[in-house]
């Protein structure tokens, strides 16, 4: 009777974790094409497409919880979020915010290539303010992924692109690295009510800045689909997914969409990548690479899955 329960546990386990990549997958695929729906829309105001990608994104993932907690248990992750999920929520507001921003000055490859960096950023912070310890592999690969951002900017100086859009890019990957250090330091902090929040306060404020938040009908469903569906529904695979699975794998099938992002707007858009991009993007995607590389080696496959980092929200 044992082995037989034993048996069938292990057959849910094995099922559970082949969905866990399958989601992790798709919220990867989905997030892959926020810069291709956010070159479709013709509104000016960047403002106005933050206020409505963030709204459609809280009604979203508002829903979502519903659905999965209930009202009760909706309120009660608001309330348990504390002042690190408030934390996080200020720095996703800030890195959601900074992507639509940064899209009117520079290319989608280059706000999506310099995000790659954000856990060996992570790693630094976390070296700087709690004095968690560096292997020698990791500061190689911090010092890579260093290497490979100051080429992407230097197109900035070139004037290939706009150093506006480069430096937002980079306040975004400094925005998700600290959150990331905020939810490996305080393992309580919720992912879906945080990022909600920060949605909230995205809207808020870029309501404050909008010259009008009128905006075609057209429009509006471009809004709808890079809200709600981009942003929201990625998130809600990801959560759902990311529990199912080693973080190591997480991060690594996460890399997906660095990938596709470039590749869709080079496709439907034609924004090829400058050479300066592609060199750089390279050699912060191999440094990230090769440093999950090695956390497989180290971890060997950690018998809780799960993370704690919060997803760029492409």
């Not at 990867?28 to 829309?41: L, M």
Request: proline share 3%; charged share 10%.
């Amino acid at each position: 009777m044992s082995q037989t329960t034993d048996a069938g546990a292990s057959a849910i386990a094995a099922r559970d974790e082949r969905l866990g990549y399958l989601l992790v997958f798709l919220s990867a695929f989905v997030w892959s094409f926020g810069g291709a729906i956010a070159r479709f829309i013709d509104t000016d105001d960047s403002w106005t497409i933050v206020f409505w990608r963030s709204a459609w994104a809280a009604i979203f993932l508002v829903g979502f919880m519903l659905w999965r907690d209930g009202l009760r248990g909706m309120l009660a992750l608001f309330r348990g979020m504390g002042g690190a999920g408030i934390a996080v929520a200020f720095c996703f507001a800030t890195a959601s915010t900074c992507f639509v921003v940064a899209l009117a000055y520079t290319t989608v490859a280059n706000v999506v290539l310099i995000q790659a960096g954000v856990p060996l950023i992570a790693a630094l912070i976390a070296w700087l303010v709690l004095g968690e310890k560096i292997n020698l592999a990791t500061w190689a690969a911090i010092a890579a992924v260093i290497c490979g951002v100051a080429v992407m900017v230097s197109g900035s100086f070139g004037g290939e692109v706009s150093p506006i859009g480069d430096g937002l890019a980079i306040l975004i990957a400094f925005a998700f690295s600290t959150a990331t250090v905020i939810t490996r330091r305080y393992a309580h902090v919720r992912m879906t009510p945080a990022t909600c929040l920060g949605t909230l306060i995205a809207a808020t404020f870029a309501a404050t800045q909008a010259g009008s938040l009128a905006v075609s009908a057209v429009d509006m469903g471009l809004l709808f689909a890079f809200g709600a569906l981009n942003l929201g529904l990625g998130l809600a695979l990801f959560t759902i997914g990311a529990r199912l699975i080693p973080a190591a794998f997480a991060a690594l099938i996460g890399t997906a969409e660095t990938v596709l992002g470039p590749i869709w707007v080079a496709l439907i858009h034609a924004e090829v990548p400058s050479t300066r991009t592609i060199v750089g993007g390279a050699v912060v995607l191999a440094a990230l690479l090769t440093h999950i590389a090695l956390e497989f080696r180290r971890q060997a496959r950690p018998a809780r899955p799960g993370v704690t980092g919060i997803p760029a929200p492409h």
